[in-house]
């Protein structure tokens, strides 16, 4: 249950990012869908979507884990977890200094 979680969240939130990046980015081009918010607004939006996809990646690596040795490694599930977690704390930190 883990790997088919952790993938379809993992490849659900790539997905959204590069659609919501794409959008970012073609902004002005006479689209009808465009970002209007501000360059910390963009920020804490993908925080946000990082995390879930740090989750996804967290539980893919857990159940992948789990099904090749048949035995759940926490190590493994917390240091991927804290590692994101990090990663998006610093990029909410910086959010809030700009």
Known sequence: ALVIIGAGLSA???YLILVIANIMRERGRGLTTAFTGTPREA???F???GLVLVI?????SAGLWQV???RPNRLLSMTVLVT???MVG???FFWFQG
């Open 56 to 60: 996804g990646i967290t539980s893919l």
């Open 12 to 14: 659900g939130m790539a």
């Open 47 to 49: 925080g946000i979507l």
């Open 68 to 70: 090749i040795f048949g």
């Open 43 to 45: 920020g804490m939006i």
């Open 84 to 86: 994101g977690l990090v």
């Open 90 to 92: 610093l990029t909410v």
